[in-house]
């Protein structure tokens, strides 16, 4: 157990639909970076936020986004929803802004997102 | 940021141990090397990270040579639960606002046979 609770584990949809992903972080983690994994893909980086402030930005459509509260819990809303955006979507958590400050991404077990 | 490239997949017996390099030619003076190991349907776990010559831990170790521009990672008589996706990932140390956190590839599968 990584210590990083992501909810809902598992989520169909039908296209042009919204959804919204929970993480909440590791007590005393600042950051939450959030993934997508297509079948066969490598981990596609979208978003990070430390203390509530957004920190990095990746590949992320402009159909999604990002916020992370003050008690520091994360959500990532997936709006007009397309076939292609069902995946896994990981969040992970560290203890300061930077990757290697602790050397350790801590992950969730992932929320699967379906699109029919 | 430094690209890596890895082999896409490895197959090894059980009890072997297991040696997945990684190259990393433009590899900055701040980067470190840091190495995630994946099962199916989880999230990648933490397994090892390193700046230079040799780290070892309860799980791996890592070689890295002088010139750093590729990395080496042992498993040490490997178990058919070692089978998964492992990523190499390299990055600075201190990510300034507007950096793109590290990137994972597609990484090595790893297939441990009996």
């Known amino acids: 157990d990584s210590g990083v609770t992501q909810t809902p584990k598992h989520l169909i949809t039908a296209t042009g639909q919204r959804v919204t992903l929970r993480c909440s972080p590791r007590s005393g983690d600042l950051s939450v970076y959030w993934y997508q994994q297509s079948l066969d893909q490598g981990l596609q980086f979208l978003i990070q936020?430390?203390?509530?402030?957004?920190?990095a930005k990746g590949n992320i459509l402009e159909r999604f986004s990002a916020q992370q509260f003050p008690d520091l819990h994360s959500e990532l809303n997936l709006s007009s929803l397309e076939l292609g955006d069902s995946a896994l979507y990981f969040c992970?958590?560290?203890?300061?802004?930077?990757?290697?400050?602790?050397?350790?991404?801590?992950f969730g077990e992932g929320s699967r997102l379906t699109v029919l | 940021l430094a690209k890596t490239t890895q082999p896409i997949s490895m197959d090894s017996y059980e009890g072997q141990e297991v040696n997945i390099t990684c190259s990393h030619n433009n590899i900055a003076t701040n980067d470190y090397i840091t190495w995630y190991q994946q099962f199916p349907s989880q999230g990648p776990r933490f397994i090892i990270q390193g700046y230079k010559t040799k780290v070892t831990n309860e799980v791996a170790s890592l070689f890295i040579p002088a010139d750093r521009k590729s990395s080496t990672l042992s498993l040490p008589r490997v178990s058919l639960s070692d089978t998964a996706v492992y990523y190499c990932?390299?990055?600075?140390?201190?990510?300034?606002?507007?950096?793109?956190?590290?990137?994972f590839g597609k990484g090595t599968r790893l297939s441990v046979i009996a």
């Open positions: 990932l390299v990055g600075d140390r201190f990510l300034s606002s507007g950096n793109t956190p590290l990137v």
């Open positions: 992970a958590s560290s203890v300061g802004a930077g990757l290697h400050d602790t050397g350790e991404l801590f």
């Open positions: 936020y430390y203390n509530g402030e957004e920190r």
